[in-house]
């Protein structure tokens, strides 16, 4: 069974710029969340969807992050315009039954 | 809300001493409690969870996890480290009705020194 997949895996940009990154869930997972993970800290939620609907976003900031899961599978999140202090590790999660989620790679981000 | 404190941010250990990492959290409501193992430029691997029944819980990997409520706690153990158990470990919680994120705490660096 394949994993959650993410791309890019690195990504630099300068601040004010714009940056999407993509999700692949595991095949018929109907949850799926994004995670945030800034260095040396625990991973922390920004959105959780069910199917293509939004559970819970209220941790994302609103103003600069977007984030959609088209036909319930795949998911983009974005950043505009990124600051520097959203360099960190974007962890995406996908669930089957509620309590276990399987994590992709990640994607590093750095804001110069 | 939940919560989860990591006591300790680095843990140094020899290779095939034992080893716990101590994980405490905060919560009004029952909870699932989960550990995770993150290698470095890898996402995160879970390596056991507690949901109900037996508070002694088995892992992959050797690790083990006993769930104390009246102590709030669940700490991670293995008998014998090797070098590959090198990495970060992260306690988790989830509120245990419905399809609820993780809040993790801030992690434990397990170095293992030949």
């Known amino acids: 069974e394949a994993g959650v997949a993410q791309s890019p895996r690195y990504k630099i940009i300068e601040k004010r710029q714009s940056v999407a990154f993509w999700c692949n869930p595991i095949?018929?997972?109907?949850?799926l969340y994004w995670y945030q993970q800034i260095l040396g800290q625990g991973p922390k939620l920004l959105i959780q969807f069910q199917n293509n609907g939004v559970v819970d976003d209220s941790q994302l900031p609103k103003d600069r992050f977007s984030a959609e899961r088209l036909k319930g599978v795949d998911s983009t999140l974005k950043i505009q315009p990124a600051k520097l202090e959203d360099s960190a590790v974007y962890l995406c999660?996908?669930?089957?039954?509620?309590?276990?989620?399987?994590f992709g790679p990640g994607t590093r981000l750095t804001v110069l | 809300a939940q919560s989860v404190t990591q006591l300790d941010s680095q843990v140094p250990v020899f290779e095939e001493a034992p080893v716990e990492l101590r994980c405490n959290y905060s919560?009004?409501?029952?909870?699932?409690l989960f550990w995770y193992v993150q290698y470095p430029n890898q996402g995160l691997q879970l390596l056991l969870k507690y949901l109900s029944g037996s508070t002694l819980v088995k892992g992959i990997n050797g690790f083990e996890a006993e769930f104390n409520k009246s102590q709030t706690s669940f700490h991670l153990r293995k008998p014998s480290v090797h070098i590959s158990d090198t990495a970060e470990y992260f306690c988790a919680v989830s509120v245990n009705s419905g399809n609820t994120p993780l809040v993790f705490g801030k992690g434990t660096r397990l170095s293992v020194i030949a």
């Open positions: 919560s009004s409501v029952s909870v699932y």
């Open positions: 999660a996908s669930s089957l039954v509620f309590y276990t989620q399987y």
């Open positions: 095949s018929g997972h109907a949850t």
